[in-house]
Nanobody, 122 residues
Framework: QVQLVESGGGLVQPGGSLRLSCAASGSIFKIYTLAWYRQAPGQERDLVATVTDDGSINYSDSVKGRFTISRDNAKNTVWLQMNRLKPEDTAVYYC????????????????WGQGTQVTVSS
């Protein structure tokens, strides 16, 4: 099993910044793709950003230029730096990891963090 623990959410004013972190632990051989999703009240869960094991990064159009995703493979950790926050960014943010648990298996699994609330309001 793999556990993803998130932290860093909170209440900020429009234009402010937050940095979310997500640390993975457990039966991990390799983490391929790490991603951040968010879900606003009454909305579906949407992809925010991804970073692959070789460093390829993609952002949704709504956050491009404001958010930065990064990872540290030695620490099995992914961050989401959020700048110039807008009320529309208010949501529960979830990290997701694509994980291989063994060098002897081709099977990969997807794990979710518990979610952390980000509220942008004046």
């Amino acid at each position: 099993q793999v556990q993803l623990v998130e932290s860093g959410g909170g209440l900020v004013q429009p234009g402010g910044s937050l940095r979310l972190s997500c640390a993975a632990s457990g039966s991990i051989f390799k983490i391929y793709t790490l991603a951040w999703y968010r879900q606003a009240p009454g909305q579906e869960r949407d992809l925010v950003a991804t970073v692959t094991d070789d460093g390829s990064i993609n952002y949704s159009d709504s956050v491009k230029g404001r958010f930065t995703i990064s990872r540290d493979n030695a620490k099995n950790t992914v961050w989401l730096q959020m700048n110039r926050l807008k009320p529309e960014d208010t949501a529960v943010y979830y990290c997701n990891a694509q994980v291989s648990g063994s060098r002897w298996s081709r099977t990969v699994y997807y794990y979710w963090g518990q979610g952390t609330q980000v509220t942008v309001s004046s």
